[in-house]
């Protein structure tokens, strides 16, 4: 039996997403985020040194980063359903977005979020107006050009087909959608409709829904 380590209202709720897509039994381990500092818990350092989520054990293997968990249930369980066929022009795209979502987009997504926030407690009062400064510039020169760039290149890669990799939904989608969500959810979308219709072509799937009630609440569902 698959078990995912799941942490409530996090990107681990897509893992749960795929797992439903692909009709598979799993179990959940739910562990709770610290309400002021919004980190998890340290017990999910048993499971994988980083103590992050998501984390996937199956068989005895303790399989952990989103992109690498999508790579081994789909190579495990999905031989065609959710992945383009090998040597396609969309099975290309598919590898790509598959990576990009971790490792282009969220972290200047994770650098706008913290220099949104870095003005604000825990800072100490009287350090606030020069980190408000200091955030204010290190935003305008250094985060918004780059998650522009970002975002417009997502849009225009939904164009086509509405999807990330080629003409059907792919885990792919699965994987974007996290990113897509957050920047939808914190207005960072704009006007970009083929985001928007992204975002809400996700969360009519039956399976999103369904992940949904074993995962518990999801900010970003709405
Ligand atoms: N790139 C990793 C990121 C994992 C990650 O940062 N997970 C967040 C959940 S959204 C987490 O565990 N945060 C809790 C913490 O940092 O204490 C992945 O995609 O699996």
């Known amino acids: 039996m698959i078990t995912v380590h799941h942490l409530e209202n996090s990107r681990s709720q897509r893992v749960l997403w795929l797992l ?3 009709g598979l039994d799993y179990k959940i381990k739910l562990y709770k985020r ?15 040194p980083l103590g992050k989520s998501p984390v996937v054990v199956d068989d005895g293997r303790v399989i952990a980063e989103s992109g690498a968990i999508i790579e081994y249930l789909v190579g495990r369980y999905d031989k065609d359903k959710l992945i383009p066929p090998a ?7 598919y590898t790509y977005w598959l990576h990009y979502a971790e ?17 604000s407690p825990p800072m100490p009062l009287l350090m606030r107006p020069a980190a408000a400064l200091i ?17 417009d290149f997502c849009e225009q890669s939904l164009a086509e087909t509405g999807w990330f990799a080629g003409d059907d939904f792919t885990a792919a989608d699965i994987q974007m959608s996290f990113p897509m969500e957050a920047v939808a ?12 219709a992204f975002v809400e072509r996700i969360h009519a799937r039956p399976a999103y829904a369904k992940a949904l009630e074993r995962g518990g609440p999801y900010d970003y569902a709405d």
Not at 87 to 93: N, P
Not at 106 to 119: E, H, I, T, W
């Open 34 to 48: 610290d309400p002021v500092t919004m980190l998890g818990p340290g017990s999910l350092k048993k499971i994988h």
């Open 87 to 93: 040597d396609s022009d969309a099975r290309l795209a």
């Open 185 to 196: 959810a914190r207005g960072a979308a704009g006007d970009r409709a083929n985001i928007a």
């Open 20 to 22: 439903e897509e692909l």
């Open 135 to 151: 955030a204010m510039g290190v935003k305008g020169k250094f985060v918004a050009p780059r998650l522009k760039d970002q975002l």
């Open 103 to 119: 490792g282009s987009l969220m972290p200047v997504l994770l650098l706008k979020l913290v220099f949104d926030r870095l003005a």
